[in-house]
């Protein structure tokens, strides 16, 4: 009979479900456009691999609004950065880190430093028993939800910030006797940069993210199916805080709860839990002037009162529970679907995974979740596979939203989809599937996200309590190796985000949609020099501002020193 395990991940008491992860071959060079680390060699004929290759470009990028007439802009560019990839019996790792420095040749917008880059690595101390991971994560977003939303982030682009995560924590997973034990710690940290938002007089204080620390622990003990008891059980209890910045914001979660999986048949099996959770979300008030308005520093965030008491803005308690099943008809699918009551309200969630070879995988995740911007962005970092393909756009060099591996990757975008400090309800569906065929690789990743956020009634930030946000997002990156020493890569990309009152600068609920494509061809003439070109166009459309049609086009050469 199959193993069943009703054990819980490190997230808000979650039922587990089980990933048959396939191992993903480490990706090629790359060119300009793309970020994977380099093709690693055998060591003694076992399955360690490593590659690193720095690198040095310099490029030159024109664009212009050709839907409003804009002047053609141009600014040449220099970038180091390195790609690496490490595999070994006890060790994975990848990172694609790149430092871009701009040189504008316009007087439109000055000269700018770009960072970006992603790293996950897994190392287990003890093999198969005691593992520790970690993960960062650089990269650009926006800051208001209504203002522009270019995804080709080119010189000069508005209402863009920098956004930096990265967790750290072990894992062991263990047992004693016939009894299973897994316990799992992670810390994290995030911060987004945005220290220049400029208010109009009158403007209402704005909802903006500064740094936060988040903390994440979990304990379960249980049983297989089939053991002591013809049923597999286990108990667990989660601890989960998060503390920000802004207004000295605070989240913590307790949660305990015990587990019963029901074995059906080998392949299929009914699962259930009920446990007691508690969640308390807090703040405090905002400093003052003489007339009650609340006082702004000069990053545009509000100045916290440090001596007022915490005023609530989420408490929930009580019974939980949901019931469900669970699918595994071999080690490569697995399907789990539950639906129950949570958050004093019904609550749906699941993942689905199919991983039928090294050149396919997909992965289908539905999730309601009461968190914050921060632990929403190190869970989402944390969800992707220690073997990736990191795609870059080849005109910006920026990283793409959606990161895929040998177990389907995971998409950024709903974790991306507000920079507010205030924590939020979250519920939504995300999607990925990547595919090696031949000399082509495919990814595409699509999604939907709704936040509805919580702060004090009679706090600074009283008039974003009870606000929604929606997006809605679909990406496509696809490449082929036309020979030894060329590729090309292309990329379409659609977003559409649907802001609720409170959640943007003006004041009022704005939807912004946005389109882009872009395609690029890379060349090495020799094993160290190559070339490439890239073309794309960029729609965004703000409901209520102006709309943006930009071309762009680059040349760059690149000498990787490997």
Same mark, same amino acid.
């Given at each position: 009979?199959?193993?069943?395990?009703?054990?819980?991940?490190?997230?808000?008491?979650?039922?587990?479900?089980?990933?048959?992860?396939?191992?993903?071959?480490?990706?090629?060079?790359?060119?300009?456009?793309?970020?994977?680390?380099?093709?690693?060699?055998?060591?003694?004929?076992? %399955?360690?691999?490593?590659?690193?290759?720095?690198?040095?470009?310099?490029?030159?990028?024109?664009?212009?609004?050709?839907?409003?007439?804009?002047?053609?802009?141009?600014?040449?560019?220099?970038?180091?950065?390195?790609?690496?990839?490490?595999?070994?019996?006890?060790?994975?790792?990848?990172?694609?880190?790149?430092?871009?420095?701009?040189?504008?040749?316009?007087?439109?917008?000055? $000269?700018?430093?770009?960072?970006?880059?992603?790293?996950?690595?897994?190392?287990?101390?003890?093999?198969?028993?005691?593992?520790?991971?970690?993960?960062?994560?650089?990269? %650009?977003?926006?800051?208001?939800? #209504?203002?522009?939303?270019?995804?080709?982030?080119?010189?000069?682009?508005?209402?863009?910030?920098?956004?930096?995560?990265?967790? #750290?924590?072990?894992?062991?997973?263990?047992?004693?006797?016939?009894?299973?034990?897994?316990?799992?710690?992670?810390?994290?940290?995030?911060?987004?940069?945005?220290?220049?938002?400029?208010?109009?007089?009158?403007?209402?204080?704005?909802?903006?993210?500064?740094?936060?620390?988040?903390?994440? #622990?979990?304990? #379960?003990?249980?049983?297989?199916?089939?053991?002591?008891?013809?049923?597999?059980?286990?108990?667990?209890?989660?601890?989960?805080?998060?503390?920000?910045?802004?207004?000295?914001?605070?989240?913590?979660?307790?949660?305990?709860?015990?587990?019963?999986?029901?074995?059906?048949?080998?392949?299929?099996?009914?699962?259930?839990?009920?446990?007691?959770?508690?969640?308390?979300?807090?703040?405090?008030?905002?400093?003052?002037?003489?007339?009650?308005?609340?006082?702004?520093?000069?990053?545009?965030?509000?100045?916290?009162?440090?001596?007022?008491?915490?005023?609530?803005?989420?408490?929930? =308690?009580?019974?939980?529970?949901?019931?469900?099943?669970?699918?595994?008809?071999? %080690?490569?699918?697995?399907?789990?679907?539950?639906?129950?009551?949570?958050?004093?309200?019904?609550?749906?969630?699941?993942?689905?995974?199919?991983?039928?070879?090294?050149?396919?995988?997909?992965?289908?995740?539905?999730?309601?979740?009461?968190?914050?911007?921060?632990?929403?962005?190190?869970?989402?970092?944390?969800?992707?596979?220690?073997?990736?393909?990191?795609? %870059?756009?080849?005109?910006?060099? =920026?990283?793409?939203?959606?990161?895929?591996?040998?177990?389907?990757?995971?998409?950024?975008?709903?974790?991306?989809?507000?920079?507010?400090?205030?924590?939020?309800?979250?519920?939504?569906?995300?999607?990925?599937?990547?595919?090696?065929?031949?000399?082509?690789?495919?990814?595409?990743?699509?999604?939907?996200?709704?936040?509805?956020?919580?702060?004090?009634?009679?706090?600074?930030?009283?008039?974003?309590?009870?606000?929604?946000?929606?997006?809605?997002?679909?990406?496509?990156?696809?490449?082929?190796?036309? =020979?030894?020493?060329?590729?090309?890569?292309?990329?379409?990309?659609?977003?559409?985000?649907?802001?609720?009152?409170?959640?943007?600068?003006?004041?009022?609920?704005? $939807?912004?949609?946005?389109?882009?494509?872009?395609?690029?061809?890379?060349?090495?003439?020799?094993?160290?020099?190559?070339?490439?070109?890239?073309?794309?166009?960029?729609?965004?459309?703000?409901?209520?501002?102006?709309?943006?049609?930009?071309?762009?086009?680059?040349?760059?050469?690149?000498?990787?020193?490997?």
């Amino acid at each position: 009979m199959a193993k069943w395990s009703a054990f819980k991940n490190a997230k808000h008491g979650l039922p587990l479900t089980a990933l048959a992860f396939a191992l993903a071959a480490v990706p090629q060079a790359a060119h300009a456009q793309q970020g994977g680390g380099g093709q690693g060699s055998d060591v003694g004929g076992g %399955r360690q691999r490593s590659a690193v290759i720095p690198y040095l470009e310099v490029g030159q990028v024109l664009f212009s609004d050709i839907k409003n007439g804009g002047d053609l802009l141009t600014y040449s560019l220099v970038a180091v950065g390195v790609d690496a990839a490490v595999q070994s019996s006890r060790a994975e790792a990848q990172v694609s880190l790149r430092y871009e420095r701009r040189f504008s040749w316009n007087d439109q917008f000055g $000269d700018e430093d770009v960072v970006s880059g992603i790293a996950r690595a897994n190392y287990q101390i003890i093999p198969n028993t005691l593992s520790i991971e970690a993960g960062a994560l650089g990269l %650009r977003s926006r800051i208001d939800g #209504a203002g522009a939303a270019p995804s080709n982030l080119i010189g000069g682009s508005d209402n863009v910030t920098q956004v930096y995560s990265l967790y #750290a924590g072990p894992t062991l997973a263990t047992q004693v006797g016939t009894v299973d034990v897994n316990a799992a710690y992670r810390i994290g940290y995030t911060k987004v940069e945005a220290d220049t938002v400029v208010l109009p007089v009158g403007q209402r204080p704005v909802d903006i993210f500064g740094d936060s620390v988040n903390h994440a #622990a979990s304990l #379960a003990i249980g049983q297989q199916p089939g053991g002591f008891l013809p049923v597999g059980w286990s108990v667990s209890g989660g601890y989960y805080r998060e503390d920000t910045s802004q207004l000295d914001q605070r989240f913590e979660d307790k949660i305990v709860r015990a587990d019963i999986t029901v074995p059906v048949s080998p392949t299929l099996a009914l699962v259930g839990g009920v446990g007691y959770e508690d969640i308390e979300i807090s703040e405090r008030n905002a400093l003052r002037d003489a007339a009650g308005n609340p006082l702004v520093g000069n990053d545009g965030r509000l100045l916290t009162d440090k001596s007022s008491p915490r005023l609530l803005s989420y408490d929930q =308690d009580g019974l939980i529970w949901d019931v469900g099943v669970l699918w595994r008809p071999s %080690r490569r699918t697995s399907l789990e679907a539950r639906v129950g009551k949570r958050y004093d309200s019904m609550t749906y969630y699941g993942s689905f995974t199919y991983t039928p070879s090294q050149r396919l995988a997909a992965n289908l995740t539905v999730y309601d979740l009461v968190t914050g911007f921060g632990s929403r962005l190190n869970d989402s970092l944390a969800g992707l596979p220690t073997q990736f393909d990191a795609t %870059r756009n080849p005109l910006s060099g =920026d990283l793409n939203s959606c990161v895929f591996g040998g177990g389907g990757g995971n998409c950024l975008n709903d974790s991306l989809q507000s920079v507010a400090s205030s924590f939020f309800r979250t519920r939504g569906v995300t999607g990925q599937i990547s595919l090696n065929s031949g000399s082509w690789t495919h990814g595409l990743g699509a999604g939907y996200s709704r936040r509805k956020f919580f702060a004090a009634d009679t706090g600074a930030l009283a008039g974003f309590d009870q606000t929604i946000d929606e997006i809605w997002f679909a990406s496509y990156v696809g490449a082929k190796q036309l =020979d030894a020493r060329s590729s090309v890569t292309g990329t379409v990309y659609a977003t559409y985000l649907e802001n609720g009152p409170g959640q943007v600068l003006n004041g009022a609920g704005s $939807d912004v949609m946005g389109l882009g494509t872009n395609a690029a061809y890379a060349r090495n003439f020799t094993n160290r020099f190559s070339g490439s070109v890239a073309l794309g166009l960029d729609y965004f459309d703000p409901k209520g501002f102006e709309s943006s049609l930009v071309a762009s086009a680059l040349l760059a050469l690149r000498y990787s020193f490997q």
